[in-house]
């Protein structure tokens, strides 16, 4: 058996957007202000492997959207000396808008993707915009075409990618979404993406609005805490406070880019 690695674990911010209460919490206040969204992509590197954790939204989406872009994905990873255009392994948490874009930058890359993710987003749900608002068709249909590439690897519920890193359905928000475990030189840390769009959607049991099952959001919040040596751990997809209890990645990097291969600040 192959010895678990321990790797390097970063947080890219890369967008931002004001919300209300209503919005990040079912029955949340809808005249409370103050919640608002991050919007992240992720690193995962050791000596001898690396891997990026889905690839954001590109500007267009942005101003559609009505969202703010700080910088392109790809310019976060150059700033943590990665190229996009060489990177191997990416794994997609689900094929959201904002999880999904930006293909052109990682044209050698392996896709990792769920079964029931690829199911969701082009079975019947789709014909539905309670669900389908979340998706970009475009997005949906570059995946697809990426399959027919054979330039996607497709996982049904838990995958060992490498030793010290592994893949876990989580389901709730979408059908398939995933969540990755990661060792660290602190001990195994969970990359919960939407699986827990912020601390207190999982710390407070309070489930985001935007959800394909709510029991199996529930239920994904205990999974995400047993994966983890530490509850604490557990870095949830969209709070802006991973950008306050983590350090920095380095100098330059203030607002850009964290560590979360560290102790945070809680």
Do not use: C
């Amino acid at each position: 058996m192959s010895a678990v690695e321990s790797y390097e674990v970063f947080a890219i911010r890369y967008a931002t957007l004001a919300r209300k209460l209503s919005d990040n919490f079912i029955g949340g206040d809808p005249h409370e202000e103050g919640s608002p969204l991050d919007y992240f992509v992720w690193l995962v590197r050791s000596p001898s492997r690396l891997f990026v954790i889905d690839t954001g939204f590109d500007a267009g989406v942005a101003e559609r959207r009505g969202r703010s872009m700080l910088l392109s994905p790809d310019l976060g990873l150059k700033k943590l000396g990665v190229d996009a255009a060489e990177v191997r392994d990416v794994i997609i948490t689900h094929l959201h808008y904002d999880h999904v874009g930006n293909f052109a930058m990682f044209p050698k890359a392996t896709f990792h993707l769920q079964d029931r993710e690829m199911q969701f987003a082009t079975g019947r749900h789709m014909a539905q915009k309670i669900f389908s608002h979340a998706y970009e068709v475009e997005e949906v249909t570059a995946m697809v075409r990426r399959v027919y590439e054979g330039r996607v690897t497709f996982h049904d519920g838990e995958a060992q990618l490498a030793p010290g890193l592994s893949l876990h359905r989580i389901g709730g928000h979408t059908m398939g979404i995933q969540s990755v475990r990661v060792h660290t030189r602190i001990g195994w840390i969970v990359l919960a993406s939407d699986a827990s769009h912020l601390y207190a959607n999982m710390e407070q049991v309070r489930p985001f609005p935007i959800v394909h099952s709510v029991g199996e959001m529930v239920e994904g919040y205990r999974r995400l805490r047993e994966l983890a040596d530490d509850p604490r751990w557990v870095v949830p997809g969209h709070d802006p406070q991973v950008m306050q209890r983590y350090p920095v990645a380095g100098p330059g990097l203030e607002g850009i880019a964290v560590r979360l291969d560290a102790e945070p600040r809680v």
